[in-house]
C-alpha cells in the first residue's frame, strides 16, 4: 500500500477497501475502484493519531473519541489541512478507531492512517476479501487481508460541532 497500492479487508464493521492516505497513486487508485471522489473515511490505529488530525479539540470531541473508540463509530468533526483532498467534505473529516485489531494494524503499518471505504462500487451490494473478488478486480487492488467475519452493520455516524453531537447514523 505505500508502494501505491489498494487492498480490500475487514473491519469491527464492513468490509472494506483501503488505501495509504499519504501516497497519491494509491487514493488515486481507491478513487477508481469507488467510482467517486470521495470523501473517504480515515482509518486510525489509535485515539492519538486521529487527535491530530483535528482542527481543533472541543471537550466534546475528546468525550466522544473516549467512549467510542476503539468501536464501530465514525467521528465527523473539522479536520487539519494536509490530507488528500478525497479526505474531506467541506473541511470535514470522517475518522474511526476500529474495533478490529487487524485494521488498527493495517492503519499503523501505513503511518496510522488510512483512506477507506465500504468494499462495495457505486450502487452495488458489498462484496467480500475473498478470492474472487481479487481476481475480479485484480486491475484496481494488489491484495486482501483474510481477518474475522466483520459485524455487517455499517458503523455509527456522529458529527462533532464545537461542543455539540449529532447522530447521523445509528
Not at 488528500?84 to 470535514?92: D, F, S
Request: glycine letters at 10%.
Amino acid at each position: 500500500m505505500l508502494a501505491g497500492g489498494v487492498i480490500a479487508h475487514h473491519t469491527g464493521t464492513l468490509p472494506g477497501i483501503a488505501a495509504a492516505t499519504l501516497n497519491q497513486q494509491s487514493t488515486d487508485r481507491l478513487i477508481r475502484f469507488k467510482q467517486r471522489r470521495g470523501p473517504f473515511l480515515l482509518l486510525a490505529d489509535q485515539k492519538a493519531t486521529a487527535a491530530r488530525i483535528a482542527r481543533y479539540f472541543s471537550p466534546e470531541l475528546r468525550r466522544q473519541m473516549h467512549a467510542a473508540w476503539p468501536g464501530p463509530v465514525t467521528l465527523v468533526f473539522p479536520g487539519r489541512p494536509g490530507l488528500p483532498a478525497c479526505c474531506y467534505r467541506k473541511g470535514l473529516v470522517a475518522v474511526r478507531v476500529d474495533s478490529s485489531l487487524q485494521a488498527r494494524q493495517l492503519a499503523h503499518a501505513c503511518g496510522g492512517l488510512l483512506a477507506s471505504s465500504s468494499l462495495n462500487r457505486r450502487g452495488g451490494a458489498h462484496l467480500r476479501p475473498d478470492r474472487n473478488l481479487q481476481m475480479r478486480f485484480h486491475h484496481y487492488l494488489d491484495g486482501r487481508i483474510i481477518g474475522l467475519p466483520p459485524a455487517g452493520k455499517a458503523s455509527s455516524i456522529i458529527r462533532i460541532r464545537r461542543n455539540h453531537s449529532t447522530v447521523i447514523r445509528r
